[in-house]
């Protein structure tokens, strides 16, 4: 019986360890092409499977593994590159995420709220046409990117207005959206509206005025409250809200608006944005992770339970997707193994299998204390 718990305790440190595969790289319509996340798949039966299901330019090919090959979740991004030539070539990274079970939407709310009238005019506008509403809300951080900010301030009021227009139209919004969005943050009541907020993410069941919170939340940056609203919403079952949460939480970090974040509380949303939900956000989570300072132990702790598509992407070929993983890595392991894919899961199960030894060891001696009583017992009896 020893034996066969020690066998088994080998067993499982074999299938814990198991190395991830460097990324495969597919020459494309239009670049190279990769794939992370596949279990059953294999990243060429599935370029296969899209090149001969598909009638739509490969770069909608998330779009065809969702309705034509039953993937639960897909997200494809491209990096556009200009050859020496002055030819442009794009590099495509495709996440499939085949179980299920891994893609997990939160849960709206049933509730119809009471709102203020500038939420109700937003909520109108968003309505129609949530688009540039989300582009306008995104706009409003980069303006306020510390080297940008810095420039702004050398303009006078009417050229500040003006630039703000620019790049509204220039990102795909408009001046009418921009201004808008503009007018109803500085009209926010600072003692009501964060806790109005966070009412509206748990309880409403319109989708746009889970938008219109998500804005709100994103102006009280400072609340711990608003990272894990903003972070639960990237789940939302509406996807104008998973962009909307998606596109603020990337402001927020790259206009350096953000602060130390106890992340414990929404560990749910976490696992279930490590494990695939929402593969568009994948990138930008762990990116607001680092900038809020995420505690590394507990950050050890999810990566434990969901490491697949982590590791594939730190093994990604292009530099630009997989910065987001290694960065994430190497902030919390204070180690940095670059592309090796065994060190790293080497390093996130460092300690994993602490409790099975404590296991097989009880296990032992149970086997043991049963022997010596048995031994015990038959020389009484002799």
């Known amino acids: 019986m020893l034996r066969r ?58 779009a065809v593994m969702i309705s034509d090959l039953d993937f639960p979740a897909a997200a494809a991004f491209g990096f556009i590159k200009q050859g020496e030539d002055g030819s442009m ?65 050398e303009l006078s009021e009417e050229e500040v207005l003006e630039t703000s227009h620019q790049f509204a139209e220039m990102f795909g919004s408009n001046t009418e959206s921009f201004d808008l ?37 994103a102006h009280f940056h400072a609340q711990d409250t608003s990272w894990h609203a903003l972070t639960e919403s990237l789940t939302d079952p509406a996807k104008q809200v998973r962009d909307v949460a998606g596109k603020l939480l990337e402001g927020l970090v790259r206009a350096e608006k953000t602060v130390p974040v106890q992340w414990s509380k929404v560990r749910e949303t976490l696992l279930a944005i490590l494990g695939g939900t929402n593969p568009w956000e994948f990138n930008r989570t762990l990116d607001a992770l680092i900038a809020t300072e ?20 730190v093994a990604v070929n292009h530099e ?28 996130i199960n460092k300690g994993k299998l602490e409790p099975l030894v404590v296991f097989v060891g009880v296990i032992a001696l149970i086997v043991l204390l049963i022997s010596v009583i048995g031994w015990a017992l038959m020389f009484k009896n002799k």
């Not at 179980?99 to 009471?114: F, M």
């Not at 907020?197 to 746009?208: D, N």
């Not at 995420?294 to 992407?313: G, H, N, Q, S, T």
Request: aromatic share 10%.
């Open 89 to 153: 070539e794009m590099h495509t990274v495709v996440i499939g995420v085949e179980n299920s079970a891994d893609v997990r939407y939160r849960t709206a709310g049933t509730e119809t709220l009471d709102l203020p009238e500038t939420w109700q005019e937003l909520q109108k506008v968003v309505e129609d046409n949530f688009q540039p509403i989300t582009v306008a809300a995104y706009v409003r951080y980069l303006l306020a990117v510390p080297e940008t900010a810095a420039q702004l301030t």
């Open 294 to 313: 995420i505690d590394a132990k507990f950050a050890r702790e999810i990566v434990r339970e969901r490491p697949k598509l982590l590791l594939d992407a």
């Open 320 to 347: 630009g997707f997989r910065e987001s993983a290694h960065s994430f890595l190497t902030t919390i392991s204070h180690e940095d193994f670059g592309r090796d894919i065994e060190a790293w899961a080497n390093w």
């Open 181 to 217: 969005v503009s007018k109803f943050v500085d009209e926010l009541d600072l003692d009501s509206d964060h806790d109005l907020a966070l009412e509206v993410h748990e309880k409403a069941e319109l989708w746009s005025a889970r938008f219109v919170a998500s804005i709100v939340l």
């Open 5 to 62: 718990c020690l066998l088994f305790g080998c067993l499982v440190f074999c299938l814990s360890t198991l190395t991830h595969i460097t990324a495969e790289v597919f020459d494309g319509p239009r670049g190279p092409v990769e794939f992370i996340g596949l279990e059953e798949w294999t990243p060429a039966g599935l370029y296969k499977a899209i090149q001969e299901t598909a009638d739509k330019p490969f770069h909608a090919c998330a």
